[in-house]
RNA sequence: GGCCCGUUGGUCAAGCGGCUAAGACACCGCCCUUUCACGGCGGAGACAUGAGUUCGAUUCUCGUACGGGUCACCA
């Protein structure tokens, strides 16, 4: 058996759409669990859209995630060029091929009739498909056009009649009569191919035995497998997947603001959690376990898995699998990634391994950490109201008395650590005979004036000080008379 | 519109002729707890629809509805 090889084609746009980036992904998951090979190649034959930088973004990312390539345009390969327009004497070279083979013929139409042709036919109803004006020309006639110069392009020639199976892994055989298909454009007058005619020429000059692609293409497929027919071509096995939805009518666009790999890391996800995620859209597990590394992946990865119909693209869920890596991450590594979050909205001297500690299990994106922190500055103005808390057994009135029970113990408190605050702030709870939130509650919000924060009130007043936070019970005790 | 494809809880999804129809996220409740989280336990919630095949259909076939894709010198 041949080894597997499998390839990742994307055009260069200036940006990996997620759906892309986990096609580039179960591509990787094919060639890696067989041990073949995976390949990158850059379909940049539309010379409009071309976008400088472009092929750097795809490098890229596909690196951070951990898709390394073992052939491509910038590490090289046996099959190279691996940039098409780097290949478009090969194209010419086949597409004159086919002609020979009676599977493709010249055309000399120019863009002013095709598109009248388009314009009359839709007026009349009719699907619009070339009207094959060029297909019977004669050598003769086809030698003095093309020795005169005559812009042309170069069709398929699609049998006229009888239909046409291809299979795909997931969808099976799939029949389409040939009269449905049109005759369409392999070589544009620019000489470079079309898609249609670039990725099954490559494709098997490459070797490719799997191909994973969007399922907009399994409209032409049919045309791919006449194609490799009329060349005498071997094709490959087909996978395509279903789209990644923004809900159930609509993609996921770059609109959306998180259809790129690149909005998701900025958006504070980790790039193990994105790669998770995505994988599972479209494809699920044998087991009940859904966390995976990239490796884990590759090793659990089955063709069987995949789903047919399309996926929403569910932020919720990524939050929750970001918020999962996030906790396992070491308290060093998560302290790492926090930090520059954290200086956000946090400038002071503090220290921000115990910050980052606190937040570590609270945190699922770390875009939401400037606004946990955000009071360890400067204590916010708050709403008085913050101190009625019937769970705690607890109002205004209680937490005046409270902080001013707990100022004098904090004062002159000297062991200003977590077990020191303790030692002292449980003292005073076992003096009054109190539930522990009836005194820590208040001393929270006093020293934060907010509701939720991250740690509480002995993790809070370790952090920001003693002086500080003397100031701040201070501060609030006064509020509370007033 | 023609052709192709799809349809299990709000979302991702397991299922592949016989199940009390998994699991995860979200949601709700309880526990833990100095808040919020984290963690633990529990709850509610689904086979689009109509026929047919069959002893028996979520599962097979056909129709209907709904949704998607495609009909470019874009990929």
């Known amino acids: 058996m041949n080894e597997v090889r499998t390839r990742f084609a994307p055009s260069p746009t200036g940006y990996l759409h997620v759906g892309g980036l986990r096609t580039a992904l179960f591509t990787y998951c094919i060639a890696k669990k067989a041990g073949g090979k995976f390949i990158l190649r850059i379909e940049d034959t539309d ?16 690196r951070a995630v951990g898709l390394n390539w073992d052939e491509g345009p910038d590490i090289g390969g046996d099959y190279g060029p691996y940039i098409q327009t780097e290949r478009r004497g090969i194209y010419k070279e086949y597409a004159e091929k086919l002609v020979e083979l009676g599977g493709a013929y010249y055309c000399f139409c120019d863009k002013d ?24 020309l004669s050598p003769e006639e086809v030698k003095e056009k093309l020795a005169a110069g005559t812009p042309y392009v170069i069709r398929q020639k699609i049998p006229l009649e009888g239909s046409t199976t291809f299979s795909d892994v997931l969808y099976g055989d799939i029949t389409v009569e040939n009269s449905t298909l049109d005759d369409q454009i392999l070589l544009k007058t620019d000489g470079l191919p079309t898609y249609n005619f670039a990725n099954v020429v490559d ?25 490799y027919k009329a060349f005498g071509w071997e094709e490959p096995v087909y996978i395509h997947v279903e789209h990644i939805m923004r809900d159930k009518q ?3 666009s770059k609109r959306d603001g998180d259809a790129s790999y690149e909005d998701l890391i900025n958006k504070g996800y980790l790039s193990e959690a994105v790669v998770n995620y995505i994988a599972l859209l479209g494809w699920s597990p044998k087991g009940e376990r859904e966390i995976f590394s990239l490796p884990e992946l590759v090793e659990e990865f089955d ?44 400038k002071g001297d503090f220290d921000l391994k115990k910050i980052a500690s606190l937040l570590q299990p609270r945190t699922e994106v770390l875009s939401e950490i400037p606004e946990q922190v955000d009071f360890f500055d400067e204590m916010p103005s708050y709403d008085l109201s913050l101190y009625d808390n019937k769970k705690m057994k607890t109002d205004r009135a209680a937490a ?23 030692e002292a702030l449980f003292g005073l709870i076992a003096e009054m005979g109190v539930k522990n939130g009836f005194v820590l509650w208040p001393v929270r919000v006093a020293i934060s004036g907010k509701q939720f924060t991250p740690g509480g009130a002995l993790e809070i007043a370790e952090i920001i000080g003693k002086d500080e936070t003397l100031r701040r019970m201070k501060r609030s005790i006064e509020m509370l008379e007033a």
């Not at 009739?113 to 019977?136: F, I, T």
Request: proline share 5%.
């Open 47 to 62: 010379q409009e859209r071309y976008v400088e930088g472009a092929n750097e973004v795809i490098y890229r990312t596909l």
């Open 113 to 136: 009739r095709l598109s009248e042709l388009k314009a009359v036919q839709e007026a009349s109803g009719v699907n619009p498909m070339y009207d094959r004006h060029c297909r019977n």
């Open 203 to 227: 494709d098997h000059l490459m070797g490719i035995t799997h191909v994973v692609r969007g399922n907009e293409y399994l409209a032409s497929a049919p045309k791919y497998t006449l194609l």
């Open 250 to 252: 609509h993609k996921l």
């Open 303 to 346: 063709i069987s898995g995949l789903s047919k119909s399309p996926a929403i693209f569910d932020p919720m869920k990524l939050r929750a699998i970001n918020g999962e890596y996030i906790r396992a991450l070491s308290p060093e590594k998560f302290a790492e990634y926090a930090e520059p979050y954290i200086r956000k909205s946090c």
């Open 400 to 422: 005046l008395e409270v902080l001013k029970k707990a100022l004098p113990t904090l004062e002159n408190l000297s062991d200003w650590s977590l077990d020191g605050l303790r």
